[in-house]
């Protein structure tokens, strides 16, 4: 992999809520110690239940939160230690987002050739005859005919809507896209080509890109990297294939046995045990309210990274790992 974009080290990101009573507010752990990276020409694959932080780490990588502690870095340099000149013109540029739902991403007043020349006009990209072209480039790019430049989202098929929006994070030819469940709002025939076109354009253009997912079988098929979090925390990462077919954390096993695979002939595996809040996050392993593997020794500290060999990219955060044969994992004692 190349030196990545964008990375995130140790990155908590705390939020109050109501709940804690007439003058006291709830502390949400929307994000706890969380550390990944993104580059060029890779697919990070970003998978977990509802509500287990998936969308909070998209807004820290594209830059729209700021975390509460921790460093985000943009090409080895603090993203929020930069001046916000550098911020909004070198980041800005490099880092884009394709939203959920493109039917309330997308201003449905106008038209989609303003939508798509709107970034291209406030960073001053070329002449006026310049950002038309790039417009009608950024059609093709995504397999839209010409004539949808004039037509408003809401003459559009969802599936239109969404390659609009792709279309738009392309227009200032960012090094990474962040796509946060983007074909979750789309009909199932729909979603596979949009999936398609993402992959299509990671190999077209060298993008790297950020999928975002709570289904684990559709990031098995994108992502190069699986990244699985579980209430705030990162608790397994790899390269896909390592995840998939060697799971280590109980939770990653629990989510490919609750999705059909033609693959694979998983027994289903069905999680009892109260669902912890992350306005109080259980000590330990914020998984044991649920595994089956618990012991009083998960809920002392949250375990270190464990490796499944040296450079191998495979880690997980688990006292009780599942075992696969001929493994020798390795305890990496400087990352949490």
Known sequence: MNEP???????????????????????????????????????????????????????VVVGLQQPTSGTVRFRG?????????????????SVAMVFQDASTALNPRLPVRRILR?????????????????VRDLLDLVGLPGHVAEALPGGLSGGQRQRVAVARALALEPDVIVADEPTSALDVSVRAQVLNLLVDLRA?????????????????????????????RVV??????????????PYTRALFSATPSLLDDTERIVLTGPVPSATRPPSG????????????????????????????????????????????????????
Do not use: N
Not at 88 to 93: D, I, P, Y
Not at 236 to 249: D, I, L, S, T
């Open 118 to 134: 709107d970034p291209l006009d406030v960073h001053r990209r070329g002449t006026a005859r310049q950002r038309e072209d790039r």
């Open 5 to 59: 974009v964008v990375s995130l080290e140790g990155v908590h990101v705390l939020h109050s809520a109501r709940g804690g009573g007439l003058f006291r507010r709830d502390v949400v752990h929307a994000l706890t110690d969380a550390t990944v990276s993104a580059g060029r020409g890779e697919i990070l694959g970003v998978v977990g239940e509802s509500g287990c932080g998936k969308s909070t780490l998209a807004k």
């Open 285 to 336: 392993c914020p998984f044991r309210t649920r595994c089956w593997k618990a012991t009083d020794e998960c809920a002392v500290e949250f375990p270190h990274a464990t490796l499944a060999a040296p450079e191998s990219g495979h880690s997980w955060h688990c006292v009780h790992p599942e075992i696969h044969p001929g493994s020798h994992p390795e305890t990496h004692p400087s990352r949490r």
């Open 236 to 249: 397994e990462e790899g390269p896909a294939a390592a995840v998939a077919g060697e799971a280590r954390h």
């Open 204 to 232: 077209t253009l060298g993008l790297g890109l950020v999928f975002i997912s709570h289904d684990i079988q559709t990031v098995r098929y994108l992502a190069d990297r699986i990244a699985v979090m579980y209430l705030g």
């Open 77 to 93: 340099e603090d993203l929020w230690s930069l001046p916000a000149r550098r911020r909004r013109e070198e980041f800005g540029t």
